[in-house]
């Protein structure tokens, strides 16, 4: 490969320049004293030959490769996440720039030898990510150079780009609270674990802390919580009919992921009562499950895609230890309604 790749000296040749005066017109250097038709001669020479810049002789030169190692432990293989990968191919590519993407699923002995690998091909810097929002250790490898955490943070006070989780809490709540219910919104997935460890969960505090603020702003109380084992359907199902076994039956529900409200719908299904015209439901993440439901489901969903952009664009502007929060719309869909009287 490249033995018949038109070279500099060929274009130059082609346009009737010297090499330097065709790299100074290739590369946009301006005071080059050439003509505009020397100018167009250079352009069509390298178009006619297909020339194509050496990218690892300009690295020599200039110490950037325009290449960013994008890894991560089981993000590019989790159809969920994605979006995170796509956002930043999107931003790398715009920016001229190549994403090597890496998946250590956890080792820790593979995730040195790729760090080391994509070091050693001299990468402009290093985007961290995490498939779940958590606080996590950064490799000593990649920390003398530009790093960026993406959905993640560290106690290494790095760059790191979240999701806004607590204004999604607001926003979740303020859903039910302006559609009138009030004294009967009843809460499933408290976990202890989630709430308190960082490392396992940044998203259940903030959630959490989202929620109770909005309700405090609006002097309104939760009916109830239930507290889940872990966020998967199974354990809102066994919440909701536990809830609907008490006498006081809400009126509305938050979850505090889309499975959890997955197995709520089940129990309500099985308890003959209907979603949203006897208990409305919320929800985070927008799963993908979310819109199959039926009716489709409320919920605040990931920004994925402008997650992984913003990691690309702090990584190669800059971009303080300050956590870059981005807002988590609000699907909105048929699963939420006036609470019957």
Sequence with gaps: ???????????????????TAASMVLNGREGTRLSA???QRVFAAAEELG?????????????????????SDIVATTRFAGGLIRGALDA???????????ETQGDATFEQYAIEAMLDRQVDGVIYAAMATRRLTVPAAILGG????????SPDDLPCVLPDDERAGRTVTTALLDQGHRDRIALIGRNRLKEDDAEVSLAARARLRGVHQALAAAGVDLL???????WLPEHGYAAMRTLLSRPARPTAIICMNDRLAFGAYQALAEAGLTVPDDISVVSFDDDPIA??????LSTTALPHEQMGRRAVEILLDGGDAEPSLVPMPLRRRRSVATPAE
């Design 37 to 39: 038709e020397a100018h």
């Design 1 to 19: 490969m490249g033995r018949n790749r038109a070279t500099l000296a060929d274009v130059a040749r082609r346009a009737g320049l010297s090499k």
């Design 92 to 102: 790398a590519r715009e920016r001229d720039h190549v994403l090597l993407i890496t």
């Design 224 to 230: 109830t919580e239930c507290f889940c084992a872990e």
């Design 291 to 296: 819109a199959w439901l039926r009716p489709g």
């Design 51 to 71: 020339y194509r810049p050496n990218l690892a002789a300009r690295s020599l030169r200039t110490r950037k490769t325009a290449t960013i190692a994008f890894v």
């Design 146 to 153: 530009p790093v960026v955490l993406l959905n993640a943070t």
